[in-house]
Nanobody
Framework: QVQLVESGGGLVQAGGSLRLSCAAS????????MGWYRQAPGKERELVASITSGGNTNYVDSVKGRFTISRDNAKNTVYLQMSSLKPEDTAVYYCNADVRTYSGSYYPSWGQGTQVTVSS
């Protein structure tokens, strides 16, 4: 099974920046689409940004122009650069990846989540 491990969360003041990283470990796999989700207290988990294996990106409207998703396929890692952070960006951020094994199966993998807190 592929494991995703996030890092880079923390406490930041409004207007500040953070960079989240998510590294996949395991063997016998390749990563297809990858994405970052977030879940704030009392709210449903939402897709924040996604990136295909070819590098095409998509963002939820609330983060467009402020967040940038990227990936390093050689390192099996996806990043989320967050700038101009707002208190409403406060949430637990989860990494997600669609995994394809060399044996031909597919499944989604999730990280454990990393807390991002933006103070006003």
């Amino acid at each position: 099974q592929v494991q995703l491990v996030e890092s880079g969360g923390g406490l930041v003041q409004a207007g500040g920046s953070l960079r989240l990283s998510c590294a996949a470990s395991g063997s016998g796999f390749s990563l297809l689409g990858m994405g970052w989700y977030r879940q704030a207290p009392g709210k449903e988990r939402e897709l924040v940004a996604s990136i295909t294996s070819g590098g095409n990106t998509n963002y939820v409207d609330s983060v467009k122009g402020r967040f940038t998703i990227s990936r390093d396929n050689a390192k099996n890692t996806v990043y989320l650069q967050m700038s101009s952070l707002k208190p409403e960006d406060t949430a637990v951020y989860y990494c997600n990846a669609d995994v394809r094994t060399y044996s031909g199966s597919y499944y989604p993998s999730w990280g454990q989540g990393t807390q991002v807190t933006v103070s006003s």
